[in-house]
T-cell receptor, first 115, second 115 residues
Framework: EAQVTQNPRYLITVTGKKLTVTCSQN?????MSWYRQDPGLGLRQIYY???????DKGDVPEGYKVSRKEKRNFPLILESPSPNQTSLYFC??????????????FGPGTRLTVL | QQQVKQSPQSLIVQKGGISIINCAYE??????FPWYQQFPGKGPALLIA?????SEKKEGRFTISFNKSAKQFSLHIMDSQPGDSATYFC??????????????FGKGTKLSVIP
């Protein structure tokens, strides 16, 4: 089954304690992205990657890091989480070959609470 | 600068009625306009999408209307059902140039269909 998986699905942590949210896709997609979803603000892009070792900032990158060492994985790293990073996070992937109409698939989400 | 503006923020429709959600964009380089549907506790999923070379696309009860000159597009849900209750996001993307393949999302519309 084609899918994007994220782990963990729920996480409660404390300010300053480094954490990583993993994301993996099994569709051989080149493009991967992280979003955060907050009430009234919709989906805002944090970082994206066009392929292995190619990453770039989205609209709200402050306080986050990413890496793309393998095509299927795109972890999101919070080195020193703060309460304003409490949010619902989504990983997504999209194929590029074949053109723009390729569907973007989203993972199930990770609900993060930073105390 | 919000590149895709979506309205209304919330919408209540009676079963059997028509739900209409509107979006407006600013960047004339956008050439792909998808709509995503998100149920509580789930990631967004592609519902229907349109390219600017057509003015309308219909899939079952869901129709996208596109007005290129006005830079507006809308989602119409005919014969709305309680199972359509979800949050709907419009989005826009471009196929070339800076930011290719990045989806810019509207802030979402929470639709409630009441029996």
């Amino acid at each position: 089954e084609a899918q994007v998986t994220q782990n963990p699905r729920y996480l409660i942590t404390v300010t300053g304690k480094k954490l990583t949210v993993t994301c993996s896709q099994n569709m051989n997609h080149e493009y991967m992205s992280w979003y955060r979803q907050d009430p009234g603000l919709g989906l805002r892009q944090i970082y994206y990657s066009m392929n292995v070792e190619v990453t770039d900032k989205g609209d709200v990158p402050e306080g986050y890091k990413v890496s793309r060492k393998e095509k299927r994985n795109f972890p999101l790293i919070l080195e020193s989480p703060s309460p304003n990073q409490t949010s619902l996070y989504f990983c997504a992937s999209r194929g590029i070959a074949g053109g723009l109409d390729n569907e973007q698939f989203f993972g199930p989400g990770t609900r993060l609470t930073v105390l | 600068q919000q590149q895709v503006k979506q309205s209304p923020q919330s919408l209540i429709v009676q079963k059997g009625g028509i739900s209409i959600i509107n979006c407006a964009y600013e960047n004339t380089a956008f050439d792909y306009f998808p709509w995503y549907q998100q149920f509580p506790g789930k990631g967004p999923a592609l519902l229907i999408a349109i390219r600017p070379d057509v003015s309308e696309k219909k899939e079952g009860r869901f129709t996208i209307s596109f007005n290129k000159s006005a830079k507006q597009f809308s989602l119409h849900i005919m014969d709305s059902q309680p199972g359509d209750s979800a949050t709907y996001f419009c989005a826009a993307s471009r196929n070339s140039g800076a930011g290719s393949y990045q989806l810019t999302f509207g802030k979402g519309t929470k639709l409630s269909v009441i029996p």
